[in-house]
């Protein structure tokens, strides 16, 4: 068993062309867990292993590898950068004991950066920050960086000053040591020397800069720095551990993953700075029977508590899910509770996660990440405990999908193997979406964004063999009432012989933007037999989900069923389904439904000469711009626009800017869809319903 304190789960971190994976296989190989470096352009690297993303060169899934660095684990998690996959990134952040977190000052900071950094701050993950790709940066970095940490409302210490730019960077001044660490071509080995005389001015002044920060997160420190103006090493790097853990400080390192510079330094700083899961103190659950706040904490002698943060279809282990051991201990053959299925399930093999490749171990304790093959139940967001001693934790965070494309299955067998193989894949990345048309019959996929959904057409063929074509792309609209209203349902039939009755009155109500669907039984005095009002509320369900103006699903609804009769003879589930269905419609009809439409959070970065043209683009498109910044020769504009408006945004901003142009987009809320638009939808859909019922 593995001491706790000396485990660091780290997570890599920064917008999509950081350099996250190359720094991994940076730190892997020089901590002598590869032979080799693997390189993201030529599809090598050992944590992006998957084909789309070997061709792609992007991480598109989450990836995991472990080191040993001076007598301590590392669990290196790469995460995806680019907006599409973020889900993913967001969702396994709860694993991270701390993080690397990356930026390029040439690129500046983007909205993905951005996003991430909301995320960790609110998860309480501590954070080195790692300027990458050094080789490529000017001698004014410092500055941009500046510039980044303005953006991010942070501020950051240095440890570090580099030493040359671009082709000349060829090393870093330690301010802890003062010394020069001169590295040798791109072979990881440095000498330490003397600091050259044009820096040492700089060096003087950032180390002040850095012990005064440091002195000020503590009250001991802060004395002692007075009386001596100085601290010993100890003493500092034990304060800059304890302010990097209780998220006081955010140092700053220099390196090139590509040449190997600074990496030994990074390896050492994720080890002496970065807190391991003994210091995040309690995790907070329920008690799943009682609803009791329950707290663990990160300790091997415990009960079992372990939270699974992902899934993975693998192509030889099958089913792998993902956990943190959170407390106590797991192992092979071990009966599990899992309280979110109310279910108990014997514990397989466990695996050791290292790239594409798994490690089998017989058993994991308190802070380590492990994989168990072929749990039928578990699904990403479960807990597993005792079932003598339980506790749960709360699932991922959901994320709404921002695209949506009718597909077309090529032949009968395509139309078979499309929905087995989308549910497969829902299983490993939960912000897939897929249903049938129930008016056109046609597979509806939504994703976080086309390069999304490519890529699960991509992995639809390649893994289970179906091809499909896109069409055109759908908005996710929903649908929601704004006003309260009651109505009568009632179904009866009568046709010689047993009949069929159910009689409901149902009250709706509107909820906050969402909160998604309540059902309230309401019922007293036996007015509708309790065994009856589950298909009552069944009804409800199946009716929101097809919607009731346009056919897209109603969302944002209390339905309280607070009336009603039986009959003896007659009533029925299905009776009562049917009654609900139509006493829910009866009340939709008197409660002003609306569509409600997406819109999307945009950061477009656009020549100075074009700004006029993006933002009056813009304003013709139903956008809002929220700011504006200049970054260099650039425009960065921040804007909120309706999806519906940007469905082909890439091909106009590319000819509006000759290409120059950029833009990231997230989701960031459902807005009611105006009057005028909303009956032009509910027009389209009814004629598309028209259209396939003659055909």
């Known amino acids: 068993m593995i001491e706790i304190d000396k485990l660091r789960n780290v997570g890599i971190l920064g917008h999509g062309g950081t350099g996250k994976t190359s720094l991994g296989e940076a730190m892997l190989f020089a901590g002598g867990a590869t032979q080799r470096m693997g390189r993201v352009e030529d599809g090598s690297t050992v944590f992006d292993f998957e084909p789309e993303e070997a061709r792609r060169h992007i991480s598109i899934s989450t990836a995991f590898h472990s080191?040993?660095?001076?007598?301590?684990?590392?669990?290196?998690?790469?995460?995806?950068?680019?907006?599409?996959?973020?889900?993913?990134?967001?969702?396994?952040?709860?694993?991270?004991?701390?993080?690397?977190?990356?930026?390029?000052?040439?690129?500046?900071?983007?909205?993905?950066?951005?996003?991430?950094?909301?995320?960790?701050?609110?998860?309480?993950?501590?954070?080195?920050?790692?300027?990458?790709?050094?080789?490529?940066?000017?001698?004014?970095?410092?500055?941009?960086?500046?510039?980044?940490?303005?953006?991010?409302?942070?501020k950051g210490v240095y440890l570090q000053l580099p030493i040359g730019a671009e082709e000349g960077f060829k090393g870093v001044v330690d301010l802890l040591l003062m010394k020069a660490l001169i590295f040798e071509g791109d072979s990881a080995k440095f000498t330490q020397a003397e600091i050259p005389e044009e820096l040492k001015k700089s060096a003087q002044e950032m180390r002040v800069q850095l012990l005064e920060s440091v002195a000020e997160t503590d009250d001991a420190l802060l004395e002692k720095y007075l009386e001596a103006q100085d601290l010993p090493l100890e003493d500092l790097k034990k304060g800059i551990r304890s302010a990097t853990v209780g998220g006081k400080l955010l140092p700053i390192l220099y390196g090139s993953a590509m040449r190997q510079i600074g990496i030994p330094q990074l390896l050492d700083a994720i080890v002496d700075y970065l807190p391991s899961p003994l210091n995040r103190g309690e995790v907070e659950?329920?008690?799943?029977?009682?609803?009791?706040?329950?707290?663990?904490?990160?300790?091997?002698?415990?009960?079992?508590?372990?939270?699974?943060?992902?899934?993975?279809?693998?192509?030889?282990?099958?089913?792998?899910?993902?956990?943190?051991?959170?407390?106590?201990?797991?192992?092979?053959?071990?009966?599990?509770?899992?309280?979110?299925?109310?279910?108990?399930?014997?514990?397989?093999?466990?695996?050791?996660?290292?790239?594409?490749?798994?490690?089998?171990?017989?058993?994991?304790?308190?802070?380590?990440?492990?994989?168990?093959?072929?749990?039928?139940?578990?699904?990403?967001?479960?807990?597993?405990?005792?079932?003598?001693?339980?506790?749960?934790?709360?699932?991922?965070?959901?994320?709404?999908?921002?695209?949506?494309?009718?597909?077309?299955?090529?032949?009968?067998?395509?139309?078979?193997?499309?929905?087995?193989?989308?549910?497969?894949?829902?299983?490993?990345?939960?912000?897939?979406?897929?249903?049938?048309?129930?008016?056109?019959?046609?597979?509806?996929?939504?994703?976080?964004?086309?390069?999304?959904?490519?890529?699960?057409?991509?992995?639809?063929?390649?893994?289970?063999?179906?091809?499909?074509?896109?069409?055109?792309?759908?908005?996710p609209y929903k649908e929601t009432i704004k006003a309260s209203a009651s109505a009568q349902g009632k179904y009866k039939k009568q046709s010689g012989g047993r009949g069929q009755y159910g009689d409901t009155w149902i009250k709706i109500e509107p909820l906050p933007r969402g909160k998604g669907f309540e059902f309230v039984d309401d019922i007293v005095g036996g007015a509708i037999p309790r065994n009856y009002i589950p298909a009552v509320e069944k009804g409800i369900r199946e009716t929101m989900v097809v919607g009731h103006q346009a056919g897209y699903p109603m969302v944002d609804v209390r339905a309280t069923l607070y009336d009603g009769s039986y009959h003896d003879v007659d009533s029925s589930d299905?009776?009562?389904?049917?009654?609900?269905?139509?006493?829910?419609?009866?009340?939709?009809?008197?409660?002003?439904?609306?569509?409600?439409?997406?819109?999307?959070?945009?950061?477009?970065?656009?020549?100075?000469?074009?700004?006029?043209?993006?933002?009056?683009?813009?304003?013709?498109?139903?956008?809002?711009?929220?700011?504006?910044?200049?970054?260099?020769?650039?425009?960065?504009?921040?804007?909120?626009?309706?999806?519906?408006?940007?469905?082909?945004?890439?091909?106009?901003?590319?000819?509006?800017?000759?290409?120059?142009?950029?833009?990231?987009?997230?989701?960031?809320?459902?807005?009611?869809?105006?009057?005028?638009?909303?009956?032009?939808?509910?027009?389209?859909?009814?004629?598309?319903?028209?259209?396939?019922?003659?055909?």
């Open 285 to 475: 659950g329920k008690n799943p029977v009682t609803r009791e706040v329950e707290k663990r904490s990160y300790d091997p002698a415990g009960p079992l508590s372990a939270y699974v943060f992902k899934t993975v279809i693998d192509p030889f282990a099958g089913k792998l899910s993902i956990m943190e051991v959170i407390s106590g201990r797991i192992a092979t053959d071990m009966m599990v509770y899992n309280p979110n299925k109310q279910a108990k399930e014997k514990i397989g093999q466990l695996l050791r996660l290292e790239g594409k490749k798994q490690e089998p171990v017989r058993e994991a304790y308190a802070g380590e990440i492990i994989a168990a093959a072929k749990l039928k139940e578990v699904a990403s967001g479960d807990s597993l405990c005792e079932e003598r001693s339980p506790v749960q934790f709360d699932g991922l965070i959901h994320f709404s999908p921002l695209i949506s494309f009718a597909l077309e299955p090529k032949t009968k067998v395509d139309e078979e193997k499309v929905p087995q193989g989308l549910h497969r894949m829902i299983e490993e990345d939960p912000t897939i979406e897929m249903h049938r048309d129930p008016q056109t019959r046609e597979f509806i996929l939504a994703g976080m964004g086309q390069l999304h959904i490519e890529v699960i057409v991509e992995r639809l063929k390649r893994r289970y063999g179906a091809e499909v074509e896109l069409k055109a792309p759908k908005v």
């Open 67 to 154: 080191l040993s660095w001076k007598k301590v684990r590392l669990t290196l998690i790469d995460t995806p950068g680019y907006a599409a996959f973020l889900s993913d990134t967001i969702n396994c952040m709860r694993a991270f004991s701390g993080s690397v977190f990356l930026f390029n000052p040439s690129s500046g900071l983007r909205v993905e950066s951005e996003s991430l950094w909301a995320r960790a701050n609110e998860c309480n993950v501590s954070r080195l920050i790692f300027i990458s790709k050094m080789e490529r940066e000017k001698s004014n970095v410092k500055e941009a960086i500046e510039t980044i940490f303005n953006g991010l409302e942070a």
């Open 574 to 695: 299905m009776a009562f389904k049917i009654a609900g269905s139509m006493g829910f419609k009866n009340a939709i009809e008197k409660a002003k439904p609306v569509i409600l439409e997406p819109v999307l959070l945009m950061e477009i970065t656009v020549p100075d000469e074009n700004m006029g043209d993006v933002i009056g683009d813009l304003n013709s498109r139903r956008g809002k711009v929220l700011g504006m910044e200049t970054r260099g020769h650039s425009q960065i504009v921040k804007a909120q626009v309706p999806m519906a408006e940007v469905l082909k945004y890439a091909q106009d901003l590319h000819s509006m800017t000759s290409g120059r142009g950029a833009f990231h987009m997230e989701f960031a809320r459902y807005e009611e869809l105006p009057q005028h638009l909303a009956e032009k939808v509910i027009k389209e859909a009814k004629a598309a319903a028209e259209a396939h019922s003659k055909g």
